[in-house]
């Protein structure tokens, strides 16, 4: 994977559709009684704007979620690859480091 600028005009304006829809959604939230129509709902919204992803987070209730996306083994092994580079870069700056690994 190339080093990129996550910080981008692009970057920027796909977290802030994200941010869009995920504000919009707030009053559904209480219409999710089980995990799993939560978890179909986000990966709807995702597969529109992304080719593969992992999400990880926490419901309203405090539960843990994870998404993970991938179409080809590929894309698994991309994935895997960026979710070290980015934990690696959050040990580092909790180190003190920079976040120049991603």
Do not use: C, V, W
Not at 10 to 23: F, G, S
Not at 25 to 40: C, I, V
Request: proline share 2%.
């Amino acid at each position: 994977m190339d080093e990129e600028d996550h910080n981008s005009p692009e970057d920027e304006e796909l977290r802030e559709m994200i941010e869009r829809a995920l504000k919009e959604n707030l009053n559904d939230r209480k219409k999710f009684k089980k995990r799993k129509d939560l978890a179909n709902r986000l990966a709807n919204i995702l597969t529109e704007y992304l080719d593969s992803y992992i999400l990880l987070g926490y419901d309203f209730s405090g539960r843990h979620l994870d998404i993970k996306a991938a179409s080809t083994p590929q894309q698994q092994e991309a994935l895997n690859s960026f979710l070290m580079k980015y934990f690696a870069s959050e040990m580092q700056s909790i180190k003190g480091g920079t976040d120049e690994l991603l």
